[in-house]
């Protein structure tokens, strides 16, 4: 089964609107990676944050860490047309990550 | 700096024909390789992944095999397709280190079997 599961399936804003996508996990983690894939290309690493931190910012882009819920949040604030992709985040052990099946993002003009 | 190229980008192929996908890795010494598999709207599989030459680890049961003949060079075959194997296949590398790293993607080949 998949060790991240994303919430929701699909989301549709507006620009300039902030996304908020969430992230939930079932066994412990060292780190909990996100990634973007733009339609029809392959993934692209974003963030990743580790187990004993909570909050970490790159950009328009923050990601939360609640690990005694097993749970993750990917913020986009001020969304753009070109924030238009699938996310998706990943746990995993040693050499090998999970990914969940992905929000998909569809922000509108 | 690093880059990965995979090939074909696209790629139709008869039920029972023969396949080999490749993916190369430059910029960088004994990364961690791997082959995942796309369904349509859905997450990734791992299929194979290579933490040094000649050592392949299959996750899934199934009619494709992985090689890895050199250390930045990595191969996945099938003798024979099945309508099944149709998908988005994406190979990626990782440097090797202590718990999870970074994964770097390619940009996929799309296979579909008739």
């Known amino acids: 089964s998949q060790q991240g599961e994303e919430d929701p399936q699909a989301l549709s804003i507006q620009e300039g609107e902030n996304a908020t996508m969430n992230c939930s996990y079932k066994t412990s983690i060292n780190n909990l990676q996100w990634y973007r894939q733009n339609s029809g290309r392959g993934l692209v690493h974003l963030i990743l944050?580790?187990?004993?931190?909570r909050e970490k910012h790159s950009g328009r882009l923050r990601v939360t860490l609640d690990t005694s819920k097993k749970s993750s949040s990917l913020l986009i604030t001020a969304s753009r047309a070109a924030d238009t992709a699938s996310y998706f985040c990943a746990t995993g052990t040693a050499s090998k990550l999970t990914f969940g099946t992905g929000t998909r993002l569809q922000v509108t003009l | 700096s690093q880059t990965i190229h995979q090939w074909p980008a696209t790629l139709v192929q008869p039920v029972g024909s023969p396949l080999s996908l490749e993916c190369t890795v430059e910029?960088?010494?004994?990364?961690?390789l791997y082959w995942y598999r796309q369904a349509a709207g859905r997450g990734l599989q791992l299929l194979f992944y290579s933490v040094g030459i000649g050592q392949i680890s299959s996750e899934v049961p199934q009619n494709l095999s992985a090689s890895r003949p050199q250390d930045r060079q990595f191969i996945l075959s099938s003798k024979k397709l099945l309508l099944s194997d149709s998908g988005f296949y994406l190979c990626a590398w990782s440097i090797q280190g202590r718990g999870n790293q970074p994964q770097h993607f390619g940009d996929g080949t799309r296979l579909s079997i008739l």
């Open positions: 910029g960088t010494s004994n990364p961690n």
């Open positions: 944050i580790r187990s004993n931190e």
